[in-house]
Nanobody, 121 residues
Framework: VQLQASGGGLVQAGGSLRLACTASTRVEAMAWFRQAPGKEREFVAAVRWSTGSTYLADSVRHRFIISTDIAKNTLYLQMNSLKPEETAVYYC??????????????????WGPGTQVTVSS
């Protein structure tokens, strides 16, 4: 499975960006993680393709929206009201098997190269 992400960039605090991640084939679940310099990789959002169930980290729940285009195997992350502390490399991840947890990076087998999101103050 190959993952291709796009949509990162530079935005002012309070602004918006939309990330997209396309998988080369259908998978069981896809997710977004982010990693700031010197910090651990952090769960942001996930979707289980078979049911359409979505999961969002508490820190982004009321600002970020996750959506999908099933025909294109594409996952979108609409990020609104961005904060400077959310500056990070955002990674798309995927897996082909079901587990109950969506927030652990070790539970994903495939990773995209990452896209930089920079939020200026």
């Amino acid at each position: 499975v190959q993952l291709q992400a796009s949509g990162g960039g530079l935005v002012q605090a309070g602004g918006s960006l939309r990330l997209a991640c396309t998988a080369s084939t259908r998978v069981e679940a896809m997710a977004w993680f982010r990693q700031a310099p010197g910090k651990e990789r952090e769960f942001v959002a996930a979707v289980r393709w078979s049911t359409g169930s979505t999961y969002l980290a508490d820190s982004v729940r009321h600002r970020f929206i996750i959506s999908t285009d099933i025909a294109k195997n594409t996952l979108y992350l609409q990020m609104n009201s961005l904060k400077p502390e959310e500056t990070a490399v955002y990674y798309c991840a995927a897996r082909n098997y079901y587990v109950t947890t969506y927030t652990e990076p070790t539970r994903y087998s495939y990773w995209g190269p990452g896209t930089q999101v920079t939020v200026s103050s």
